[in-house]
């Protein structure tokens, strides 16, 4: 059945966005909500450790497109290996509202890989009644251009093995690359971070990646903020679902994935006087410790707002977001992403002072 004959058959179109940690997905849904222009927009977000702080952050946005149950967070892992659990029933749910959504945007976590999920779209409970849209991979121009994305030339001659072969993939550029080639669309953003020469060496990068696809033509997009045209984003009209066999992932010989590359777990701080000592202290700590993603809301005495720290390597970025409410616990928590051996108690020690 082709996408127009899906959607002549009533089918909800859903679109996964994907994207490495702190690439700026939850930014560009954001965007899309501003822009929704009435239209019923679900969410299904999913974040690697069991804080959800992205649903927050959305709903803290104040979007009347965006209420507390057009918002299902799903925390605590990888969305493509809790399917059954987790992620059908969040369709099932949304699919029985008296006036169901009108499209739904899935966020994958940054480490998640998009085409298992995909695959989830095959379970026959949500298979006649739902199709995947497009998936969207959202690539931190600035990230890529540092390197962080691209083998490491010395790295790589380091691991060669006495036969001279080299296995050059890390864990990180095989999430990368598993995301990139499974897009319809990828949204190079945060362009206001690079010079254009840089961007057209990330541009290059991503070509690179997508080789591996043979046959495939995902369309690239710049953007700043995640800011894309929704009719760009939506609409895409790509029935992923059925078109799996052309987006390669290295993970294709396994039987399911698992997390072990990754690691997360979250400080619990004292309320913070020095917002700026604290952006300084987390910088230093992210850039010692290789901490690849920092995000939570801290308590800053004095303040009737709370605050929001995110920190992506070690740029780290905070401002107030919301007010805190009435009875509600002004905590300070931080998440913190690394991958596996991230000493959790120094990185908590330093952190906390
Ligand atoms: N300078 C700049 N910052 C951006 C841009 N887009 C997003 N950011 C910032 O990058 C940080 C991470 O953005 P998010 O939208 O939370 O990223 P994410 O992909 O949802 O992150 P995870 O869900 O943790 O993987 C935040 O501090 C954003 O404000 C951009 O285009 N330019």
Redesign the pocket.
């Known amino acids: 059945m082709s996408a127009l004959e899906k959607a002549a058959a009533g089918k909800v179109p859903a679109t996964v966005i994907t994207?490495?940690?702190?690439?700026?997905?939850?930014?560009?849904i954001r965007g899309l909500l501003e822009k929704a222009d009435g239209r019923r927009l679900a969410l299904i977000i999913n974040?690697f450790g069991d804080v959800g702080i992205?649903g927050d952050?959305l709903r803290a946005c104040g979007n009347p497109t965006c209420t507390e149950d057009d918002v299902i967070e799903l925390a605590n892992g990888c969305l493509c290996c809790t399917v059954a659990d987790d992620f059908v029933p969040a369709i099932e749910k949304l699919l029985a509202r008296p006036e169901p959504p009108e499209h739904i945007i899935i966020?994958t976590?940054?480490l998640a890989l998009p085409k298992p999920l995909v695959q989830a779209f095959h379970w026959p409970a949500i298979k006649t009644r739902v199709t995947v849209d497009g998936v969207i991979a959202?690539v931190d121009a600035a990230a890529a251009a540092e390197g962080r994305f691209a083998p490491d030339p010395a790295a790589l001659e380091a691991q060669r093995d006495a036969a001279g072969t080299v296995d050059h993939e890390t864990p990180i550029e095989e999430v990368f690359e598993d995301q990139l080639l499974c897009a319809d669309l990828i949204v190079v953003?945060?362009?206001?971070?690079v010079a254009s020469g840089d961007l057209a060496r990330v541009e290059d990068l991503i070509r690179g990646a997508l080789s591996h696809a043979v046959g495939r033509d995902a369309k690239l997009v710049r953007?700043?903020?995640?800011a894309v045209d929704p009719l760009v984003l939506l609409g895409v009209g790509a029935a992923v679902e059925d078109d799996l066999a052309n987006r390669p992932s290295h993970h294709d010989d396994e039987d399911g994935h698992d997390h072990d590359d990754f690691t997360s777990f979250v400080v619990e701080l004292p309320p913070q006087p020095d917002p700026a000592r604290l952006a300084m202290t987390l910088e230093q700590v992210a850039g010692l410790h290789g901490v690849l993603?920092l995000?939570g809301f801290i308590d800053v005495p004095g303040k009737p707002m709370r605050l929001l720290v995110?920190g992506?390597g070690t740029r780290i970025?905070t401002h107030y977001d919301r007010l805190w409410k009435p009875g509600e616990e002004r905590r300070s928590r931080l998440v913190v992403i690394g991958e596996t051996g991230l000493d959790r108690d120094a990185v908590t020690r330093a952190v906390v002072g």
């Open positions: 994207g490495f940690l702190g690439a700026g997905k939850t930014t560009l974040e992205d952050i966020e976590s940054g959202v953003n945060k362009t206001d971070l953007a700043s903020q995640g993603r995000k995110q992506v970025q």
